[in-house]
């Protein structure tokens, strides 16, 4: 099994020791783990022109920076979104990544790899804005088309504080071990559930008016126009 974590900060503080409990929760025989710090890994911000939904991904001024990131989502079982809370939202980097990859989301061109990897929402915040983070980030990885997501948050009201030095932080051990063990169920036995299937269908059917010709192309070309399915 593959983990990707993508970490939308370089800091090594609460979010990145929440991470390292779960990534550590993983660290079995045949696991393998890969890992993307942002901005560090990524540092371009979308400049807005939709060349990657109306043209092709390729069009993106970004494109050679943006297409190994994909392949290396593309070759995780799970996916790890880390961020903290930075003004009610995401961190600038994480932010600018999934700018950059609005072109798989299911109403444009999604990837067939997504409907089978289960997805985890790390947030940490000194205050508000943990809710609207995970909504945020959940409905990036919903949209690509990951059917299973998780999360967990932790409010911890020290700016520069680690969660060693909380006197809560065996309570967070537990909670981190019993969400692993979760998600490690989840891996073994990933279905894609309703909701996956309801958006598919109702973006299959914008499909079929053909409004984005680059996108409508891509969906005869992969057969779902027709019977055939990602999952």
Known sequence: MKILTIIGTPHNGNTRAITDLFTGEFAENGNEFDELVLPRDFDAFCCGCANCILNGEDKCPHY???????????????IILATPVFVGSCSAGMKALLDHLAYIWMVHRPKASMFGKVGLIIT????SGIKATVKLL????????VPSVFSYSATTMKMKGNYADYNDKDKIKKQ????????KRRL????VGFGTKFLYGLFRATQKNGWNKTDSDYWKAMGWLDRKKPF
């Open 188 to 191: 073994k036995k990933n279905r």
């Open 176 to 183: 981190v071990k019993k969400k692993a063990a979760a998600i």
């Open 64 to 78: 050679a920076k943006i297409s190994p990131i994909l392949e290396r989502i593309e070759s995780a079982d799970l």
């Open 138 to 145: 959940k409905s990036n990885l919903s949209f690509w088309g």
């Open 124 to 127: 940490t915040a000194g205050g």
